[in-house]
């Protein structure tokens, strides 16, 4: 999710005088990536800023995306470089899909996701409209595993702030 993450109040907003806009979740997924690198257990894909980019987004910049499998690990790692002369304001997400349970034998309720030191995850609400609305809610308190169920985003996404964990899996 880039440049930025959810909806643009009236699907717009202005910078330096002039107006910009897009879709949900910016632009980043909708445009054609090249591949830069692809072996055995890695591939590399890298979009660079274009005169079109520049009309939902006014800054040059390359956005690139990594998978390496290790072991049985996926590491997907984004790196957005600012190749523009002067400061880039931008959002960033992910949104994975898997589809579980990955075999017969488990249930939704056997996944989680982990992180790497307990966290106090904040969940920030929306407003009808899907726009952040400024509050939020404690998720759980010194955590480790959030665990999945299948109504997990039967309201819409989970945004988690104040997170401070360097790994998520």
Request: hydrophobic content about 35%; aromatic content about 16%; glycine content about 8%.
């Amino acid at each position: 999710l880039f440049p930025w993450v959810g909806r643009l109040k009236d699907g717009r907003f202005t910078f330096e005088g002039e107006e910009y806009s897009a879709g949900n979740h910016g632009f980043i997924r909708n445009v054609e990536h090249s591949l830069v690198l692809k072996e055995d257990n890695i591939i590399i894909f890298e979009y660079t800023a274009t005169a079109e980019s520049r009309k939902k987004h006014p800054y040059n910049f390359v956005f690139r995306t990594s998978f390496v499998l290790s072991g049985h690990s996926v590491h997907h790692k984004i790196d957005v470089t600012n190749i523009d002369n002067r400061d880039m304001h931008f959002g960033l997400g992910f949104h994975p899909g898997f589809r579980l349970p990955f075999d017969d034998n488990h249930t939704t309720e056997d996944y989680y996701i982990e992180f790497d030191t307990p966290q106090s995850p904040k969940v920030l609400t929306f407003s009808d409209r899907f726009l952040i609305d400024g509050g939020s809610y404690v998720y759980g308190e010194n955590i480790s595993r959030i665990p999945l169920k299948d109504n997990f985003f039967e309201n819409d996404s989970l945004i988690f702030s104040e997170l401070t964990a360097k790994t998520v899996s």
